[in-house]
Structures are given as C-alpha cells and as structure tokens.
C-alpha cells in the first residue's frame, strides 16, 4: 500500500475522536468518586493521556482541513459515568477494560489500513497506550495478561443483563403462544407463572453448574500443575523463564526471575497459573452466579404476565406488548454497555428479536389451535 504525507480523513475518523473525548470524561467521573488514592491518581493519569489522544486527533483534523466533528457524551458513557457515582467504580471497571481492549484492537487495525504516514502513526502511539491502559486497569482488578485478545466484561452486572434478557424474551414468547391459541385468561396466567419459574430454575441451575465446572476445570489444571512443578521443576523453571522473556526481559533477566520465583513454590505455582495457564479468579462464585442469574430470570419472565394479574384480558393482552417491547429495547440498550455498540442499534436489534419471537409463538400457538 503507498503511503503518503497528508492525511485522508474518512468515516471513522469523528467516531474515534468521540471515543477518546468520551473515555476522557468517564476516567475524569471515576477520579471523583473514587475514594482509593491509588485507584484516583491511575483515573486522573488516565484521563491525561485520553486527552492526548484528543489533541491527536484534533492535529489530524486541521491536517486534513476537516472540521473537528460536535461532541457531548454519548448516552452509554454517561450511564456508566452515574453507575460510577451510584456504586463505585468496581461495578464498571471490568467494562473499561473490555472497552481498553476494544480500543487496541481498533487501532491496530486503523493502522494496518492507513494510507499516510501522520495517521499510521497516530493509530500505532494510540494503541500502545491503550495496551498500556488495559495492563494498568487488569493490574488494579488483580488480573494479568493482554486483555484486549480475551476483553468482555463479566460479574454482577452481565449476569443481571443476560439473565433479564433470557427470561423476558423465552415467556414473552410462550405467553404469545397461549394467546394465539385463545384460551381462557386464567390459563394465560397460569402458563406464564409456570413459564417463569421453570426458566428462572434453569437459567439459574444452568448459571450454578456452568460456573462450578469451569471452577472445577481450573482447580484440576492448577492441580496439574502444582504437581509439575514438584516433578520437573527443572523444566517449569525453564518455561517460566520463556515467559518473561516473551514480555520484554533480556535471555539473562528472565532466567534470573524465573530462578528466584522457583524458590518460593506458593509464588511460582500462581505466577505459572497466572502465565500459563491464564486462569484468573472468578468474578462470581458458582452458587451467587446462579442465584443472580437465576433472579434477573424471573423478574425478567414476569414482565409480560403482570397486566394479566392486573387487569381484563382484552386490555392486558396490549399493554403486555406494549410493556414487553419496551423492556426489550431496553435490555437491548443495557447489552450495550458489554459489547460496545450503540445504545439505538442494541435496543432495535432485541426490540425486533422479541417481537419475532412474539410472531412465531403467536403463530404457532394459533395454528395448533386449529389442528386440533
């Protein structure tokens, strides 16, 4: 690809500036209600360097003689920005760094694709500080690694969303199909009560046995591992010693670690783990993973049989859609805050999924009616 001097501006251009005016004002909204020292002054440096970042790319714009795209935060940023102030900042750093990670990604890939110089190296400086950033925020949660090839944010908060989700959409389906099949009120509610406590077990079993056997396959490589190390610490020592060579330490520096890493068998044994392995701790245990989940569930499935609860049929039957078709959109828009994509296009993307689904279960439920 020819490389030339004067920059090209193109459509992602204005969403990159955002992003980095967006994730200046969110690491500055950490830094306030943070009360750690530590934890502020990583924020406010952070912070700091975003803004670097956005004088780049201002220097780009004027390079190019384009116009610096309008500004204000977007809505997911100042929803994170507010759960920052409402519950700390640990709720939403699995979320930054998911984001950090993103970032890296994003840029690596700018700069492969650039066809001049002055954005080439921007996107290259740019990554390297977000790789910089991911490895700061995944030391301050206790995590290791690159982040930005594994990212996803995990915890409280997604098995709240993900359970929500599942539960609304699986008995908004399953009450359509009782309606379509016009049966009497007292049924509807009966197969939606049911409905709902059968998905809330099974997602919350399933959240519990999951979450166990992933802990349980850990347990046994790290058990697996301790026992290396008892065997052949000769050649542990050696592959930990390659490790920290891959991250940057001279042949001789990695060698000199590794060494005196192996002296302490507890130390080794979670640096290789760590490493190696790449086995980090859970966010959840088993058992509160599958009770979250198992509760966002049901509160979820209930939605579209409350109005039945609360009022005539004919009149419940529109407002549960009407209800249901918002808390889709909505849920949709939450799905954003993990995946990075727009609120609008997350909520439209589950507000016609859960219409879909609503169809076909209308349908079906119809048509057996009729075979009957």
Do not use: C
């Not at 980095?20 to 020292?37: C, G, H, S």
């Not at 392995?277 to 198992?294: C, S, V």
């Amino acid at each position: 690809m020819e490389v030339t001097d004067r920059p090209v501006a193109d459509a992602s251009w204005d969403e990159h500036y955002r992003d980095e005016r967006d994730a200046a004002f969110l690491y500055r909204a950490l830094a306030k209600v943070e009360p750690t020292t530590e934890l502020r002054e990583l924020f406010e440096k952070l912070a700091s360097v975003e803004d670097r970042h956005v004088l780049r790319w201002e220097e780009l714009f004027t390079d190019a003689e384009r116009p610096l795209p309008a500004h204000t935060p977007a809505f997911r940023t100042r929803v994170l920005a507010w759960m920052a102030r409402r519950f700390g900042s640990s709720l939403i750093l699995p979320m930054m760094l998911a984001e950090e990670g993103r970032e890296v990604q994003a840029y690596l890939g700018l700069a492969r694709g650039a066809s001049h110089r002055l954005t080439h190296k921007a996107a290259v400086d740019i990554a390297s500080d977000s790789a910089v950033h991911a490895r700061e925020l995944s030391e301050a949660m206790g995590r290791e690694g690159e982040p930005w090839h594994t990212g996803g944010a995990g915890g409280v908060l997604k098995s709240v969303v993900y359970g929500f989700n599942d539960g609304l959409t699986a008995n908004f389906g399953l009450v359509a199909g009782v309606i379509g099949a016009d049966v009497a009120p007292h049924i509807v509610i009966i197969s939606g009560v049911a409905g709902a406590i059968a998905d809330a077990l099974s997602m919350g079993s399933s959240g519990y046995l999951a979450a166990k056997s992933e802990a349980e396959v850990h347990a046994h490589q790290i058990d697996m591992e301790r026992h290396e190390m008892r065997l052949m610490p000769e050649l542990e020592e050696e592959e930990l010693a390659l490790i920290y060579e891959a991250k940057g330490l001279s042949r001789d520096r990695a060698q000199e670690t590794a060494s005196a890493m192996m002296k302490d068998p507890v130390r080794a044994l979670d640096a290789m783990v760590r490493e190696e392995l790449n086995i980090h701790p859970a966010e959840l245990a088993p058992l509160k993973d599958g009770l979250i989940t198992g509760t966002a569930t049901a509160v979820g499935a209930f939605i579209p049989i409350l109005p039945f609860m609360m009022m005539d049929h004919a009149r419940a039957m529109w407002v549960s859609l009407a209800i249901s078709m918002l808390a889709h959109f909505a849920i949709g828009g939450a799905r954003s805050l993990f995946t990075g994509r727009g609120v609008w296009a997350s909520g439209r993307d589950m507000f016609i999924v859960g219409f879909g689904v609503a169809a076909v279960g209308y349908v079906i439920g119809e048509l057996i009616t009729r075979m009957l």
